[in-house]
């Protein structure tokens, strides 16, 4: 089974701070995502990477910035925290390749105060 | 700009009865249509998939039926149970895969006894 791991389930930060979510998959897969997911929204689509050093910015980039130094790990940076930035934040991976479904960890959920 | 339309919002349904959520899209570019689950704390997980040179794809008790002409998919939940009550998600994406998916807002599903 493939196990995409989220570093923190909850996170508490204030506005300004520098906030750093991390994300672990553990099938050597090659695309990997950051979405935050709020009410009456859905999960709209942050960064994507495709390979290591990889980035592509999604539908909504501003305000955030990615890291993937290394194949089975993508970090989502909040360069300088707003309230506004305050949501559900799930990691998905997938190994296109191979036509599988994106399998997602199970959220870090972030307040900024 | 929602890219895929969501409705209804919330469905509460009897045990035993039918559930039905539905989807519409504008981009005929869009070639593959995956409905999501997601439980309460739990990171979404593939519920069924299709492509637009089927109609309908039935899996158990859920069956999504695709009506390309009118780019419209619903997903169907026959004798649904407590244990669907969940958030569901349509998704679609222009690769033929689950890469860059693009999600509808989310049905919060609720089956009572």
């Known amino acids: 089974d493939v196990k995409v791991t989220q570093s923190s389930r909850y996170l508490v930060k204030r506005t300004g701070e520098k906030v750093f979510l991390e994300c672990v998959q553990d099938m050597d897969h090659e695309n990997m995502f950051w979405y935050r997911q709020d009410p009456g929204l859905g999960l709209r689509l942050i960064y994507f990477?495709?390979?290591?050093?990889?980035?592509e910015k999604g539908d909504i980039p501003e305000g955030y910035s990615v890291s993937r130094e290394k194949k089975e790990r993508f970090s989502l940076i909040l360069e300088s925290a707003s309230t506004n930035q305050t949501s559900m934040y799930l990691c998905a991976s997938l190994d296109a390749a191979q036509s599988q479904p994106q399998h997602f960890g199970d959220g870090t959920r972030l307040s900024i105060l | 700009q929602q890219q895929v339309k969501q409705s209804p919002q919330s469905l509460i349904v009897q045990k035993g009865g039918i559930s039905i959520i539905n989807c519409a899209y504008e981009?005929?570019?869009?070639?593959?249509f995956p409905w999501y689950q997601q439980f309460p704390g739990k990171g979404p997980a593939l519920l069924i998939a299709i492509r637009p040179d089927v109609s309908e794809k039935k899996e158990g008790r859920f069956t999504i039926s695709f009506n390309k002409s009118a780019k419209q998919f619903s997903l169907h939940i026959m004798d649904s149970q407590p244990g669907d009550s969940a958030t569901y998600f349509c998704a679609a994406s222009t690769t033929g895969t689950a890469s860059k998916l693009t999600f509808g807002t989310g049905t919060r599903l609720q089956v009572t006894l």
């Open positions: 990477s495709y390979d290591v050093k990889m980035k």
């Open positions: 981009n005929t570019a869009f070639d593959y």
